[in-house]
Nanobody, 115 residues
Framework: QVQLVESGGGLVQAGGSLRLSCAAS????????SGWHRQAPGKQRELVAV???????NYADSVKGRFTISRDNAKNTVYLQMNSLRPDDTAVYYC?????????WGQGTQVTVSS
């Protein structure tokens, strides 16, 4: 079992920045990849960014050049630095951890970008 707790969401004006954190606990050594997804009202959940255990990173085209995913292994924490935020980035952001057999999800944190 892996437990994930997100923090760092909030309300920000367009062009602003936020940093999301996702702290993992439990069987963290089983984690193969960690990432962030988001879900806007009326839309499907979509991948934002993912980082593998080996450090490979992928981003959704819509966030490339604006968002950065990183990891602090000593703190068992994954971060999502979000810059140049736009109103269409408004969504609930979910952290997830993939162990090969199971995907674990955090509770989500709301990010709202005002125009």
């Amino acid at each position: 079992q892996v437990q994930l707790v997100e923090s760092g969401g909030g309300l920000v004006q367009a062009g602003g920045s936020l940093r999301l954190s996702c702290a993992a606990s439990g069987n963290i050594f089983s984690i193969i990849a960690s990432g962030w997804h988001r879900q806007a009202p009326g839309k499907q959940r979509e991948l934002v960014a993912v980082i593998s255990k080996g450090g490979m990173i992928n981003y959704a085209d819509s966030v490339k050049g604006r968002f950065t995913i990183s990891r602090d292994n000593a703190k068992n924490t994954v971060y999502l630095q979000m810059n140049s935020l736009r109103p269409d980035d408004t969504a609930v952001y979910y952290c997830n951890a993939f162990t090969g057999g199971t995907t674990y999800w955090g509770q989500g944190t709301q990010v709202t970008v005002s125009s």
